[in-house]
């Protein structure tokens, strides 16, 4: 079992919660731009017509995770060679005003444009920000501090649902919450460069890994291969309630797009950041007495997946979609706050970012074609019972996978050189 940490400096402590502080803005706003598209569907259909058809609206989605996911490891590598910091502002900048110019474009090609530019910005973002997170919270609070950041991401999308009312008032409309959210990123990024540092430098010089030596390290790490695989399968669900739940209990329960994408984000959103918070508490409390206390935690979260899916499926009000919503989101908050820090007990640090680039290439290509599968699937009216019964079974499976990583207590190995 590893020994606990060693206390650092209130000065560092203080400066690595204000890292997290400075990065919620961030993420918020990382979510919110993804989530405003699905919860203003059908405004955004109406108004641009050449869309077309439900499979057409989930290549959308489909385009963004695919370049998302190739870039991942890109981003994540450049900020685990060259610095977070710079990683970070960039990212955010560069979204934005992709996020702005989202609001003016008229044609199917161009929104895929835009959608495509967002995920090569965004990409950069979240292996960046994490890392960061654990370089600053070495060990007693990492699992609490990244379920704080992750609380921001839903935030973002819960009052990304909201804008769906935006996008159903005439004098407002689905292109002013694009302009409006992508002002807000363009402005902050300045003050996030200059307050936001790279964690000290370590006593010993890190050793520098090229692209395919890092490539090699990871994926000969067979516990790093069981982490990629329990990421990805509970994703497939996570994407289509993020991307497809509004347009589901529209249709299901015949309510407005308002009340539709308020439904399918607020009290789901409102769980996960219940349960990362409660998560990464019992997760870090856990972690004093098993070195594998992280992975039970997560372990707990997609054990309340399981049942959430089967009921969200076969759900025959909408309250009782919610509360099924609900306890999915309970479990994805215990998920969600450990796996970076269940990464860093595999990898090095100086293969975090580049470790979760690689985690969200994989995880987020799977979930670029559950967003297709799925439009392909309402166009042939598929039942939606059977579609999430399959993505339960996936998250049985899961819960499987992570239970058979083993993290040692010795020193992580050092690459050959």
């Not at 579609?387 to 050092?414: E, N």
Request: glycine share 10%.
């Amino acid at each position: 079992m590893n020994a606990p940490p060693t206390s650092a400096p209130a000065s560092v402590s203080r400066y690595a919660w204000l890292v997290v502080a400075l990065l919620v803005p961030v993420a918020l706003l990382n979510y919110l731009d993804r989530q405003m598209l699905a919860a203003m569907k059908y405004s955004v259909m109406a108004d641009i017509p050449t869309i077309g058809s439900e499979s057409n609206w989930g290549f959308l989605p489909a385009v963004f995770k695919w370049v998302y996911a190739f870039l991942s490891p890109v981003g994540g590598y450049l900020a685990d060679r060259y610095g977070r910091r710079y990683v970070i502002g960039a990212s955010l900048f560069v979204w934005s005003a992709v996020t702005w110019t989202t609001g003016h474009v008229h044609t199917y090609e161009a929104l895929l444009v835009t959608r495509a530019l967002m995920g090569i910005s965004e990409a950069c973002y979240i292996p960046a920000a994490l890392a960061l997170i654990a370089d600053f919270h070495t060990g007693p609070t990492r699992s609490r501090a990244v379920g704080f950041h992750q609380m921001a991401i839903y935030l973002g999308v819960m009052i990304g649902g909201f804008s769906g009312y935006v996008a159903d008032n005439p004098n407002l409309g689905w292109r002013l919450a694009f302009d409006v959210a992508g002002v807000v990123g363009i402005l902050y990024a300045i003050p996030l460069f200059l307050l936001l540092r790279n964690p000290p430098a370590p006593d010993v010089a890190p050793v520098r890994t090229s692209v395919a030596a890092a490539t090699g390290e990871l994926f000969r790490n067979r516990y790093f291969i069981l982490l990629v695989l329990y990421f990805t399968l509970p994703a497939l669900a996570g994407w289509i309630v993020k991307d497809w739940m509004p347009a589901i209990l529209k249709q299901q329960f015949a309510i407005g797009q308002g009340k539709a994408g308020v439904s399918a984000t607020l009290f789901v959103n409102i769980a996960s950041l219940i349960g990362a918070v409660v998560g990464g508490w019992f997760a870090d409390r856990w972690m004093r007495k098993n070195i594998r206390g992280r992975i039970y935690v997560s372990a707990l979260g997609m054990c309340c997946l399981i049942p959430a899916l089967f009921g969200v499926g076969n759900a025959p009000t909408l309250a009782i979609a919610i509360a099924f919503l609900m306890l999915f989101g309970l479990g994805w908050g215990f998920f969600d706050c450990n796996n970076m820090p269940i990464l860093c007990q595999i990898v090095r640090p100086e293969l975090r970012a580049t470790g979760y680039g690689f985690m969200n290439l994989i995880s987020i290509t799977c979930g670029g074609f559950a967003d297709w599968g799925f439009g392909i699937m309402r166009d042939r009216h598929i039942p939606l019972n059977v579609i999430f019964g399959v993505f339960a079974s996936a998250c049985v499976l899961s819960a499987v996978l992570v239970l058979l990583i083993r993290p040692k207590a010795t020193p992580l190995p050092q690459p050959v050189t």
